[in-house]
């Protein structure tokens, strides 16, 4: 009896120094990962073309926020096989990053790249923490494209204005509209140039030669894709046709190709009649049908400001014997040194005219008539007589 007893005694002994000395229960590999790997999501790049700017992020788990985490990248440009730039992210709220502490590490760098690059930017993303454990890496891309040049659709402007009276000026508003691909922000200015009137292969150029879209002086609205700037004619300027050739720049240096215009300048002198002189007999027999008239021929000098070429009709206005009119269109006038005619571009025009047989009988009474570009028209001031008087 007295051994069982012992036995009985000595057994929860046994069990109480196996649980105090045995040993630890096992860790689940799921804890361990949770509390020692640092998981890396959503990783990103991006690049601004317009501000030249490079833009990284990453988003760390938050099962590493109470421990101190660096976060980390290497950036591979598609024209270069070695790292382009390196860097290191943060979660402070500064230098690109959005919002502290919200477990999206950032950071944004002036990163000036060609507009011509193509291809894609590559960034990869990693993270330690101060016991050295490290994170899987993660890449992101981000697609270069090049920037495209802009395009001028549309130029308004006058096709003509007057030479301003001595000592004067006149004021004429030019509006071109512009596109661009890769956004009406991508374009800098518009600009133009003019064609010189003595050498037709030189461009002048100023600095003043600019439109703008940022609706000021001439400009109505900002930001619409029409630029727009005053034109100031001087009564110096020569009468000419004036070719501009307009031009748009983007903030990658790209041209558009240049869009003509033409501004003519005249002035608004009205032909004079010089000489008007009839080089036949005043007085004419009236043919027998089947016949031809004698020929008259008159001679009319004219003089024309804004030279011989704006003269457009030279004719003869004839008053008949019962006090009707007629303007003789057929044959023309000619100033080509033929039909008649002494010498070319000399500003005399030569003018046949005749009879029918069904013309009446008396005196015609002749004045010449000059039309320009403008529509003026001038008639002479005195008339010549012709008699037609029948056989």
């Known amino acids: 009896m007295i051994q069982v007893n012992k036995i009985k005694h000595i057994i929860p002994f046994l069990f109480l120094l196996l649980t105090y000395c ?14 020692k790997v640092i998981i890396l999501k959503d990783p990103s790049i991006n690049y601004h073309t317009t501000l030249k700017q490079l833009h990284l992020q990453v988003r760390v788990d938050g099962s590493a926020s109470l421990r101190e985490i660096a976060v980390f990248s290497h950036v591979f440009r598609p024209d270069l096989d070695s790292i382009w730039l390196s860097t290191q992210l943060f979660d402070h709220g500064e230098m690109g990053d959005q919002i502290a502490g919200d477990e999206y590490y950032g950071i944004t760098l002036a990163s000036p790249l060609p507009d011509t690059l193509m291809g894609n930017l590559v960034a990869y993303f990693w993270a330690k923490d101060n016991a050295d454990i490290f994170s899987d890496t993660l890449s992101a891309f981000y697609s270069l494209t090049a920037n495209k040049p802009p395009r001028i659709l549309n130029v308004w402007a006058p096709d003509s204005i007057s030479l301003p009276d001595y000592g004067q000026t006149d004021t004429l508003i030019v509006e071109v509209e512009v596109e661009d691909p890769d956004g009406l922000q991508d374009i800098v ?6 064609r010189s009137i003595d050498d037709t292969t030189q461009w002048n150029s100023s600095s003043s030669y600019i439109l703008n879209d940022a609706g000021i002086g001439a400009d109505k609205m900002s930001g619409d ?3 727009s700037t ?3 004619i001087s009564w110096e300027n020569r009468l ?4 501009f050739r307009y031009f748009a720049v983007d903030h990658s240096d790209n ?21 008007f002189i009839i080089a036949s007999s005043s007085q004419i027999t009236r043919p027998t049908p089947g016949s031809e008239s004698d020929s008259l021929f008159f001679y009319i000098q004219v003089y024309d400001g804004n030279g011989i070429d704006d003269i457009q009709v030279v004719t003869l206005r004839r008053r008949n014997p019962n006090g009707t009119y007629f303007e003789q269109r057929h044959p023309p006038a000619y100033d080509d040194g033929l039909h008649q005619d002494f010498s070319a571009k000399d500003g005399w025009y030569t003018i046949a005219s005749g009879f029918s047989p069904e013309d009446a009988l008396g005196t015609y009474f002749y004045r010449s008539l000059v039309v320009d ?11 010549l007589q012709v008699t037609l008087v029948s056989e």
Do not use: H, Q
């Open 255 to 275: 041209y558009s190709p240049y869009f003509l215009d033409t501004i003519t300048v005249y002035k608004d002198y009205i032909p004079e009649i010089l000489n």
């Open 225 to 227: 894709g029409i630029f």
């Open 240 to 243: 000419a046709d004036n070719i």
């Open 189 to 194: 200015a518009v600009f133009f140039e003019v």
């Open 22 to 35: 045995g040993p630890e229960a096992p860790i689940s590999p799921e804890e361990t990962i949770s509390e």
């Open 373 to 383: 570009k403008l529509g003026n028209r001038v008639l002479s001031a005195d008339s």
């Open 230 to 232: 005053f034109l100031v």
